[in-house]
């Protein structure tokens, strides 16, 4: 069993940023995909960014070159840097970690609001 908390979201005006933070405690395989996901009012849930094991990472087209996932190992925990946040970033942010077809693991979103 795995469990992921969220942290660091808040309110930024356009332009600003945020880091969010995923702390993972339980058993964390070797292998693994984290990713971080957003889901706005009315609207599906998306994937943001993702980070495997292997070192590889992947952006969803509207935040490449604003956002970059990284992973402190010794901590367990992911992070998402936010930069140049625009209103449409807007969304409550997931975690999810997935280490097979049994072992996928949610955590319970933080609120990101980019507003003036």
């Known amino acids: 069993q795995v469990q992921l908390v969220e942290s660091g979201g808040g309110l930024v005006q356009p332009g600003g940023s945020l880091r969010l933070s995923c702390a993972a405690s339980?058993?964390?395989?070797?292998?693994?995909?984290m990713t971080w996901y957003r889901q706005a009012p009315g609207k599906q849930r998306e994937l943001v960014a993702r980070?495997?094991?292997?070192?590889?990472?992947n952006y969803a087209d509207s935040v490449k070159g604003r956002f970059t996932i990284s992973i402190d190992s010794a901590k367990n925990t992911v992070y998402l840097q936010m930069n140049k946040l625009k209103p449409e970033d807007t969304a409550v942010y997931y975690c999810?970690?997935?280490?097979?077809?049994?072992?996928?693991?949610w955590g319970q979103g933080t609120q990101v609001t980019v507003s003036s």
């Open positions: 999810n970690i997935n280490m097979g077809p049994r072992d996928d693991y």
């Open positions: 980070l495997t094991s292997a070192a590889y990472t």
């Open positions: 339980g058993s964390i395989f070797r292998v693994y995909v």
